[in-house]
């Protein structure tokens, strides 16, 4: 979804992705941010809050008018039917967040 926005094309495709997945383990309920995941990504969990708070905003309040092929290819069954997932409630991100 973060191709279709502009905003998101200052930020590295690294830190991107290491957002992206932070945001799925935690909406998951997968656990955090591990020190493993850190080495290898080289983003502290802290570094990535600000784009993960982006990025479930985006979710969020998505527009829902236009650009309608991705969202409809990402909701087949394919594709594990990621564009249905629910996001997470702001307040309870940033509360989960913090405690990272």
């Given at each position: 979804m973060t191709l279709q926005e502009y905003d998101y094309t200052r930020e590295s495709p690294s830190k991107l992705a290491a957002s992206c997945l932070l945001l799925a383990l935690?909406?998951?309920?997968?656990?955090?941010?591990?020190?493993?995941?850190?080495?290898?990504?080289?983003?502290?969990?802290?570094?990535?809050?600000?784009?993960?708070?982006?990025?479930?905003?985006?979710?969020?309040?998505?527009?829902h008018d236009?650009?309608?092929?991705v969202r409809t290819k990402y909701s087949h069954r394919v594709f594990f039917e990621v564009a249905k997932v629910t996001p997470m409630d702001m307040l309870k991100l940033e509360e989960i967040l913090k405690s990272c």
């Amino acid at each position: 979804m973060t191709l279709q926005e502009y905003d998101y094309t200052r930020e590295s495709p690294s830190k991107l992705a290491a957002s992206c997945l932070l945001l799925a383990l935690t909406m998951k309920n997968l656990g955090g941010w591990t020190p493993t995941l850190e080495y290898y990504s080289g983003y502290r969990s802290q570094d990535l809050h600000p784009l993960v708070k982006r990025l479930n905003f985006l979710l969020t309040y998505q527009p829902h008018d236009k650009l309608k092929a991705v969202r409809t290819k990402y909701s087949h069954r394919v594709f594990f039917e990621v564009a249905k997932v629910t996001p997470m409630d702001m307040l309870k991100l940033e509360e989960i967040l913090k405690s990272c």
